[in-house]
């Protein structure tokens, strides 16, 4: 039972709250998820906490069972949640499970939880540290929200030691698939690749790769295009913490720069897809995401023009593709020619070209048109949640 509700004062709040009376937490890893449970729970007075993975013993277990049917709690909160431990027993208190996504009750509402989002990141500094240094911190430290209370010559070991604890035997296979950050590839290339560095079957991999896509330990930014009869399934990787690729090899900044856009957009609640010229597309919000985080106001207005002519040329090929009545001796002389190119592909190149481009820079904030703009990393979530 919490009895000593102070030490829980100084918790970090995020910027997601509990609002249900079963509530259940899961998400990336070390996002912050029991203390989100415990800060939610200062507002009650009696408190039940229990984490499963330290009830070792049955008797452990049956003990905490009991008393769980036996007393009556405001609120109770069950850590690594399992979905056998309860059984047949129901709860008449306001509940808050934290575990794996596989695990949610049916009846709860669930609550997923990132990392740091840069807004979170710099509402936490409390030595007024400048934006451009907060900014090189965020992308050096990444976004573990353990580590804002670790030492800087710590940081990185126990990033490491995180990591190894959180994915135990899973951990090479893990640290294998860092090197593919931001690459385009898909779950049997992902297979491919880590067979050249350890010994893995197939059946394993995929299966890893569901579980750790559905509790936000990694994202597959899917191709516009696999949402078409003619997709080719391919996506592009990033993980929960942009920065852990710091222990490649050859780790790329522009991979974690991506990386830590991705993240940023979807924390902001944006629907990501991709395509071969525009590095993330919101189809539903009309804008268009650019990673460009040193390029110049010149090379972005490059991109963007080469973005502008292939909408063009879907028009163009669009209109030539519309059966007339010369052609049109049945519905087979249109579908006979995806053979050349994808039909729906063209439809949903020529569907972006209404939307809002933005190009996501490091240090350039620019207006290149009424559908264009630059805009500084750091002042992503002012300008586009406003």
């Known amino acids: 039972m919490i009895k000593d509700s102070n030490k829980f004062k100084n918790f970090l709040i995020r910027n997601i709250s509990i609002f249900s009376d079963k509530s259940y937490i899961y998400g990336s890893i070390h996002s912050g998820k029991t203390c989100l449970a415990l800060h939610h729970a200062q507002k009650f007075h009696n ?50 499970f934290i575990g794996d996504y596989e695990n949610a009750p049916k009846d709860f509402d669930k609550i997923c939880l990132l990392g740091l989002s840069f807004e979170e990141f710099l509402s936490f500094d409390k030595k007024n540290t400048s934006i451009e240094s907060n900014l090189a911190n965020f992308i050096k430290q990444g976004n573990n929200i353990e580590l804002l209370f670790v030492d800087d010559f710590k940081k990185t070991q126990r990033k490491w030691d995180i990591l190894k604890c959180a994915l135990q035997r899973d951990f090479f296979i893990f640290y294998y698939m860092l090197a593919l950050q931001g690459q385009k590839t898909s779950t049997y290339g992902i297979y491919k690749f880590l067979k050249k560095n350890i010994k893995v079957s197939k059946d394993r991999i995929y299966e890893l790769i569901t579980f750790w896509q559905k509790n936000c330990v990694i994202f597959t930014c899917e191709h516009i295009d696999n949402f078409t009869q003619n997709g080719n399934k391919n996506f592009k990787l990033y993980f929960c913490d942009f920065s852990l690729s710091e222990f490649c090899e050859n780790k790329r900044f522009s991979a974690i720069f991506e990386n830590m856009v991705f993240l940023e957009l979807i924390s902001m609640g944006f629907n990501l897809v991709y395509s071969e010229l525009c590095d993330f597309i919101d189809t539903e919000s009309g804008y268009i995401f650019l990673s460009t985080p040193f390029a110049s106001i010149d090379m972005i207005k490059s991109r963007v023009a080469a973005i502008k002519s292939a909408f063009r040329k879907a028009n ?20 006979s020619l995806e053979n050349e190119v994808s039909l729906a592909s063209l439809e949903s190149t020529q569907a972006l070209q209404n939307f809002t481009i933005i190009a996501i820079t490091m240090n350039l904030n620019h207006t290149i048109d009424s559908k264009t703009n630059i805009i500084e990393f750091a002042n992503l979530s002012l300008i586009l949640n406003t």
């Open 316 to 335: 163009n090929k669009l209109d030539s593709k519309k059966p007339t009545t010369k052609n049109l001796e049945s519905l087979e002389n249109a579908v």
């Open 47 to 96: 408190v039940k906490y229990i984490n499963l993975d330290m009830l070792i013993s049955i008797e452990s277990k049956n003990k905490e069972l009991e008393n769980l049917k036996l007393n009556k709690y405001d609120l109770v909160i069950i850590d690594n949640f399992k979905a056998n431990f309860l059984g047949n027993l129901k709860l008449d208190s306001k509940c808050i």
